[in-house]
Protein backbone atom coordinates (compact mmCIF):
# COMPACT_ATOMS: atom_id res chain seq x y z
CA UNK A 1 0.00 0.00 0.00
CA UNK A 2 2.93 2.37 0.85
CA UNK A 3 4.54 1.61 -2.20
CA UNK A 4 1.22 2.10 -4.73
CA UNK A 5 1.00 5.88 -2.37
CA UNK A 6 4.53 6.72 -3.09
CA UNK A 7 4.23 5.80 -6.86
CA UNK A 8 0.62 8.14 -6.73
CA UNK A 9 3.04 10.92 -5.48
CA UNK A 10 6.21 10.43 -7.91
CA UNK A 11 3.56 10.71 -10.68
CA UNK A 12 1.98 13.32 -9.43
CA UNK A 13 5.14 15.49 -8.96
CA UNK A 14 6.40 14.29 -12.11
CA UNK A 15 2.93 16.18 -13.98
CA UNK A 16 2.60 19.37 -11.79
CA UNK A 17 6.56 20.14 -12.67
CA UNK A 18 5.97 19.29 -16.42
CA UNK A 19 2.72 21.58 -16.07
CA UNK A 20 4.98 24.30 -14.66
CA UNK A 21 7.42 23.39 -18.28
CA UNK A 22 4.35 23.93 -20.38
CA UNK A 23 3.52 26.99 -18.48
CA UNK A 24 6.78 28.55 -19.38
CA UNK A 25 6.98 27.32 -22.75
CA UNK A 26 3.38 28.95 -23.80
CA UNK A 27 4.21 31.73 -21.79
CA UNK A 28 7.64 31.87 -23.94
CA UNK A 29 5.76 31.88 -27.24
CA UNK A 30 3.85 34.85 -26.16
CA UNK A 31 6.53 37.02 -25.23
CA UNK A 32 8.11 36.24 -28.34
CA UNK A 33 5.41 37.08 -30.75
CA UNK A 34 5.19 40.31 -28.96
CA UNK A 35 8.98 42.02 -30.57
CA UNK A 36 7.93 42.75 -34.21
CA UNK A 37 10.28 44.74 -35.03
CA UNK A 38 13.25 42.41 -33.71
CA UNK A 39 11.64 39.89 -35.45
CA UNK A 40 11.98 42.10 -38.80
CA UNK A 41 15.28 43.34 -38.10
CA UNK A 42 16.97 39.27 -37.68
CA UNK A 43 14.52 38.51 -41.08
CA UNK A 44 16.62 40.95 -42.69
CA UNK A 45 19.65 40.68 -41.59
CA UNK A 46 19.46 36.61 -42.32
CA UNK A 47 18.25 37.73 -45.64
CA UNK A 48 21.33 39.76 -46.60
CA UNK A 49 23.63 37.30 -45.11
CA UNK A 50 21.69 34.13 -47.05
CA UNK A 51 21.65 35.87 -50.44
CA UNK A 52 25.47 37.26 -49.96
CA UNK A 53 26.72 33.74 -49.39
CA UNK A 54 24.85 32.33 -52.61
CA UNK A 55 25.91 34.92 -54.90
CA UNK A 56 30.02 33.98 -53.28
CA UNK A 57 29.43 30.17 -54.09
CA UNK A 58 27.77 31.04 -57.55
CA UNK A 59 30.68 33.53 -58.17
CA UNK A 60 33.23 30.77 -57.07
CA UNK A 61 32.03 27.76 -59.33
CA UNK A 62 31.41 30.25 -62.25
CA UNK A 63 33.78 27.93 -64.08
CA UNK A 64 34.11 24.56 -62.36
CA UNK A 65 31.25 22.45 -62.78
CA UNK A 66 32.34 21.02 -58.86
CA UNK A 67 34.83 21.49 -56.61
CA UNK A 68 35.80 18.47 -54.51
CA UNK A 69 33.22 16.27 -55.47
CA UNK A 70 30.54 19.38 -54.34
CA UNK A 71 28.38 20.80 -56.78
CA UNK A 72 27.35 24.59 -56.90
CA UNK A 73 23.31 23.28 -56.30
CA UNK A 74 24.55 21.64 -53.33
CA UNK A 75 26.18 24.88 -51.91
CA UNK A 76 23.40 26.90 -52.57
CA UNK A 77 20.38 24.70 -50.30
CA UNK A 78 23.38 24.27 -48.23
CA UNK A 79 22.88 27.90 -47.74
CA UNK A 80 19.44 28.05 -47.47
CA UNK A 81 19.30 25.05 -45.26
CA UNK A 82 22.18 26.51 -42.96
CA UNK A 83 20.10 29.73 -42.77
CA UNK A 84 16.95 27.71 -41.31
CA UNK A 85 19.02 25.48 -39.01
CA UNK A 86 20.73 28.77 -37.12
CA UNK A 87 16.73 29.78 -36.02
CA UNK A 88 16.12 26.28 -34.86
CA UNK A 89 19.34 26.58 -32.61
CA UNK A 90 19.03 30.00 -31.20
CA UNK A 91 20.02 29.53 -27.38
CA UNK A 92 19.65 32.49 -24.96
CA UNK A 93 20.56 30.28 -22.28
CA UNK A 94 23.83 32.01 -21.39
CA UNK A 95 22.21 35.28 -21.41
CA UNK A 96 19.57 34.07 -19.03
CA UNK A 97 22.31 32.59 -16.71
CA UNK A 98 24.63 35.61 -16.65
CA UNK A 99 21.01 38.01 -15.99
CA UNK A 100 20.37 35.64 -12.92
CA UNK A 101 23.98 36.43 -11.39
CA UNK A 102 23.99 39.62 -12.44
CA UNK A 103 20.04 40.54 -10.71
CA UNK A 104 21.47 38.35 -7.34
CA UNK A 105 18.56 36.03 -8.23
CA UNK A 106 20.65 33.50 -9.13
CA UNK A 107 19.87 31.80 -5.49
CA UNK A 108 16.40 32.33 -5.25
CA UNK A 109 15.94 30.38 -8.47
CA UNK A 110 17.83 27.73 -7.46
CA UNK A 111 15.40 27.02 -4.24
CA UNK A 112 12.84 26.82 -6.76
CA UNK A 113 10.97 23.55 -6.70
CA UNK A 114 11.41 23.34 -10.00
CA UNK A 115 15.12 22.89 -11.88
CA UNK A 116 16.29 26.92 -12.77
CA UNK A 117 17.81 24.94 -15.81
CA UNK A 118 14.95 23.07 -17.24
CA UNK A 119 12.82 26.45 -16.96
CA UNK A 120 15.74 27.71 -19.36
CA UNK A 121 14.84 24.28 -21.72
CA UNK A 122 11.89 25.40 -21.67
CA UNK A 123 12.11 29.24 -22.75
CA UNK A 124 14.30 28.01 -25.39
CA UNK A 125 12.04 25.98 -26.66
CA UNK A 126 9.35 28.39 -26.63
CA UNK A 127 11.30 30.85 -28.30
CA UNK A 128 12.31 28.59 -31.06
CA UNK A 129 8.61 27.27 -31.44
CA UNK A 130 7.56 31.44 -32.14
CA UNK A 131 10.91 31.70 -34.29
CA UNK A 132 9.77 29.03 -37.03
CA UNK A 133 6.92 30.85 -37.14
CA UNK A 134 8.53 34.44 -37.32
CA UNK A 135 11.22 33.65 -39.37
CA UNK A 136 12.14 30.52 -40.37
CA UNK A 137 9.56 30.31 -43.00
CA UNK A 138 10.26 34.19 -44.25
CA UNK A 139 13.62 32.62 -44.83
CA UNK A 140 13.05 29.20 -46.65
CA UNK A 141 10.17 31.43 -48.94
CA UNK A 142 12.61 33.85 -49.73
CA UNK A 143 15.59 31.27 -50.19
CA UNK A 144 13.75 29.11 -52.79
CA UNK A 145 11.80 32.25 -53.94
CA UNK A 146 15.30 33.79 -54.74
CA UNK A 147 18.00 30.73 -54.36
CA UNK A 148 16.41 27.50 -54.99
CA UNK A 149 14.23 25.20 -53.46
CA UNK A 150 15.78 23.53 -50.45
CA UNK A 151 14.89 20.39 -51.46
CA UNK A 152 16.14 16.97 -49.19
CA UNK A 153 17.48 14.17 -52.04
CA UNK A 154 14.62 11.83 -50.59
CA UNK A 155 12.64 10.86 -47.35
CA UNK A 156 15.53 8.93 -45.80
CA UNK A 157 17.92 11.65 -45.83
CA UNK A 158 15.20 14.22 -44.65
CA UNK A 159 14.21 11.96 -41.41
CA UNK A 160 17.59 11.00 -40.97
CA UNK A 161 18.36 14.92 -40.79
CA UNK A 162 15.58 15.43 -38.41
CA UNK A 163 17.09 12.88 -36.13
CA UNK A 164 20.64 14.15 -36.64
CA UNK A 165 19.35 17.71 -36.09
CA UNK A 166 17.77 16.90 -32.61
CA UNK A 167 21.08 16.01 -31.25
CA UNK A 168 22.96 18.70 -32.43
CA UNK A 169 20.16 21.46 -30.78
CA UNK A 170 20.94 19.17 -27.68
CA UNK A 171 25.33 19.43 -28.33
CA UNK A 172 24.54 23.41 -29.26
CA UNK A 173 22.61 23.61 -25.85
CA UNK A 174 24.54 21.93 -23.40
CA UNK A 175 27.58 23.85 -24.92
CA UNK A 176 25.72 27.27 -24.54
CA UNK A 177 24.86 26.20 -20.34
CA UNK A 178 28.45 25.01 -19.74
CA UNK A 179 29.72 28.26 -20.93
CA UNK A 180 27.02 30.43 -19.29
CA UNK A 181 28.05 28.94 -16.15
CA UNK A 182 31.63 30.89 -16.27
CA UNK A 183 29.27 33.69 -15.25
CA UNK A 184 30.02 32.50 -11.55
CA UNK A 185 33.59 33.62 -12.40
CA UNK A 186 33.69 35.69 -14.66
CA UNK A 187 31.96 39.36 -14.11
CA UNK A 188 30.89 40.42 -17.67
CA UNK A 189 30.23 37.86 -20.10
CA UNK A 190 28.74 39.88 -22.89
CA UNK A 191 31.83 39.89 -25.64
CA UNK A 192 32.76 36.64 -24.38
CA UNK A 193 29.32 35.00 -25.72
CA UNK A 194 29.23 37.18 -28.69
CA UNK A 195 32.94 35.69 -29.73
CA UNK A 196 31.68 32.13 -28.45
CA UNK A 197 28.65 32.57 -30.74
CA UNK A 198 30.89 33.81 -34.07
CA UNK A 199 33.39 31.07 -33.56
CA UNK A 200 31.27 28.08 -33.31
CA UNK A 201 29.41 29.29 -36.71
CA UNK A 202 32.70 29.27 -38.56
CA UNK A 203 34.04 26.00 -36.73
CA UNK A 204 30.92 24.02 -37.14
CA UNK A 205 30.66 24.76 -40.98
CA UNK A 206 27.64 26.96 -40.62
CA UNK A 207 29.38 29.90 -43.31
CA UNK A 208 31.89 27.44 -45.12
CA UNK A 209 31.58 23.87 -44.96
CA UNK A 210 34.11 21.47 -43.17
CA UNK A 211 34.75 19.66 -46.66
CA UNK A 212 36.42 23.12 -48.05
CA UNK A 213 39.00 23.06 -45.03
CA UNK A 214 42.77 22.01 -45.26
CA UNK A 215 43.02 17.93 -43.74
CA UNK A 216 44.81 18.71 -40.62
CA UNK A 217 42.44 21.21 -39.68
CA UNK A 218 39.17 19.16 -40.68
CA UNK A 219 41.19 16.32 -38.63
CA UNK A 220 41.35 18.75 -35.79
CA UNK A 221 37.54 19.56 -35.77
CA UNK A 222 36.44 15.57 -36.66
CA UNK A 223 37.75 15.29 -32.86
CA UNK A 224 35.59 18.56 -31.51
CA UNK A 225 31.84 19.01 -31.32
CA UNK A 226 31.58 21.80 -33.20
CA UNK A 227 30.99 20.35 -36.61
CA UNK A 228 28.47 18.19 -35.17
CA UNK A 229 26.33 21.29 -34.85
CA UNK A 230 25.95 22.61 -38.27
CA UNK A 231 27.74 20.27 -41.03
CA UNK A 232 26.58 17.27 -39.68
CA UNK A 233 22.63 17.56 -40.56
CA UNK A 234 23.62 19.70 -43.11
CA UNK A 235 25.26 17.19 -45.00
CA UNK A 236 23.06 14.55 -44.73
CA UNK A 237 20.11 17.22 -45.77
CA UNK A 238 22.59 17.76 -49.02
CA UNK A 239 22.97 14.15 -49.39
CA UNK A 240 27.38 14.60 -49.08
CA UNK A 241 28.01 11.79 -46.97
CA UNK A 242 28.51 7.88 -47.38
CA UNK A 243 26.95 4.97 -45.13
CA UNK A 244 30.38 5.18 -43.16
CA UNK A 245 30.81 8.56 -42.68
CA UNK A 246 27.18 8.73 -41.45
CA UNK A 247 26.69 5.93 -39.06
CA UNK A 248 30.35 7.33 -37.28
CA UNK A 249 28.83 11.04 -37.81
CA UNK A 250 25.57 10.47 -36.15
CA UNK A 251 27.45 7.86 -33.23
CA UNK A 252 30.09 10.42 -32.75
CA UNK A 253 27.30 13.07 -32.13
CA UNK A 254 25.26 10.84 -29.33
CA UNK A 255 28.48 10.65 -27.43
CA UNK A 256 28.81 14.17 -27.38
CA UNK A 257 25.63 14.17 -26.26
CA UNK A 258 26.00 12.29 -23.82
CA UNK A 259 29.41 13.76 -22.47
CA UNK A 260 28.02 17.24 -22.69
CA UNK A 261 25.21 15.95 -20.80
CA UNK A 262 27.28 14.65 -17.76
CA UNK A 263 29.23 17.74 -17.57
CA UNK A 264 26.57 20.13 -17.39
CA UNK A 265 24.94 18.03 -14.57
CA UNK A 266 28.46 18.10 -12.88
CA UNK A 267 28.99 21.35 -13.27
CA UNK A 268 25.41 22.27 -12.16
CA UNK A 269 25.85 20.64 -8.78
CA UNK A 270 29.25 22.20 -8.29
CA UNK A 271 27.49 25.72 -9.20
CA UNK A 272 24.33 25.04 -6.90
CA UNK A 273 26.48 24.09 -4.07
CA UNK A 274 28.65 26.98 -4.17
CA UNK A 275 25.65 29.40 -4.50
CA UNK A 276 23.58 27.70 -1.69
CA UNK A 277 26.71 27.92 0.42
CA UNK A 278 27.35 31.74 -0.59
CA UNK A 279 23.83 32.68 -0.50
CA UNK A 280 24.44 33.96 -4.73
Given at each position: ????????????????????????????????????????????????????????????????????????????????????????????????????????????????????????????????????????????????????????????????????????????????????MWGFKVIEM??????????????????????????????????????????MPISIYVGQ?????LRKGLMVQL??????????????????????????
Open positions: MSSKKTSNKFIKNFKDKLNVYLYVYKIQIIRSMAYKFDVYGNIIMQTIIMIATAYFWKALFNSADSMGGVTVDTMLTYTVVSSMVSVLLTTNVEWRITESIKKGTIAIDMMRPVNIFKVFFAENLGAITALIFQNLLPIFIIGSLIIKVPVPNNLQDGLLFIISLILAFLINWYLAVIFGSALIQVKKHLLRLLSGSIIPIWFFPNWLRGILECLPFMYIYQYTSDSMWVVILFVTKNYLEKRVTKSVMIQGG
